[in-house]
């Protein structure tokens, strides 16, 4: 069984730019969540992917926007990159959107 | 409001001694709640869920929906179980996801 994977592991952007980042699911599973976790804070919300759609999405800007591929692996966008966006990226699949989440090592995104 | 507090930032208890690693939650609906737990440089794992009512690696919380809390126990705590512990509520409000709280760092002191 696969786990869930994340590219890349570390990325140094400077603010104004954009950013992609990457995601492959759990073997099996087919729904997608994204997770921003700052610096001594615990993961927070994004949003979720299931069969390609959004399908929830937590109090972050229009900014930040994402995809699922056929495949089930997803992408998270994040545009005009402000320095408050330096954080650590969490992808988390699921089947079916149901718990638990499995989660990847994460992607550290510095904003200069 | 739907939130998920862990009071303590840092616990440090002596190898062989209890640990409790405390939780409360504030939801107006039945609470699903997970215990995940983070060792040095490995992902985020799921260590314990309340429905499952089972004891992993010794590690065990049970629900008390009167005091709205889901707090980790241990009788005996060992080194190998220093990591960062987050504690996170499964909400159901159109999409599934988690609230979790802003963790607790054990140190198992030898």
């Known amino acids: 069984e696969t786990g869930v994977t994340q590219s890349p592991t570390h990325l140094i952007k400077t603010r104004g730019q954009q950013v992609t980042l990457r995601c492959s699911s759990q073997?099996?599973?087919?729904?997608v969540s994204w997770y921003q976790q700052a610096l001594g804070q615990g993961p927070q919300f994004i949003f979720q992917?299931?069969?390609?759609?959004?399908?929830g999405r937590g109090n972050f800007p229009p900014r930040f926007s994402g995809l699922q591929f056929p495949n089930y692996s997803s992408e998270l966008n994040v545009n005009a990159l402000e320095l408050d966006d330096s954080a650590l990226y969490l992808c988390?699949?699921?089947?079916?959107?149901?718990?638990?989440?499995?989660f990847g090592n994460g992607t550290r995104l510095t904003v200069t | 409001a739907q939130r998920v507090t862990q009071p303590e930032k840092l616990l440090s208890v002596f190898k062989g001694a209890p640990v409790e690693l405390k939780c409360n939650y504030s939801?107006?609906?039945?609470?699903?709640l997970f215990w995940y737990v983070q060792y040095s440089r490995q992902r985020l794992q799921l260590l314990l869920r309340?429905?499952s009512r089972e004891s992993i690696k010794g590690f065990t919380a049970d629900l008390n929906k009167g005091e709205t809390s889901f707090h980790l126990k241990k009788p005996f705590a060992q080194e190998e179980d220093s990591a960062m512990y987050y504690c996170?509520?499964?909400?159901?409000?159109?999409?599934?996801?988690?609230?979790f709280g802003t963790g607790t760092r054990l140190k198992v002191l030898a």
């Open positions: 992917y299931y069969r390609e759609e959004e399908n």
């Open positions: 073997s099996g599973h087919n729904t």
């Open positions: 996170a509520l499964g909400t159901h409000s159109g999409t599934y996801k988690y609230i």
């Open positions: 309340h429905i």
């Open positions: 988390a699949s699921s089947r079916d959107g149901i718990q638990p989440l499995h």
């Open positions: 939801y107006s609906g039945s609470p699903e």
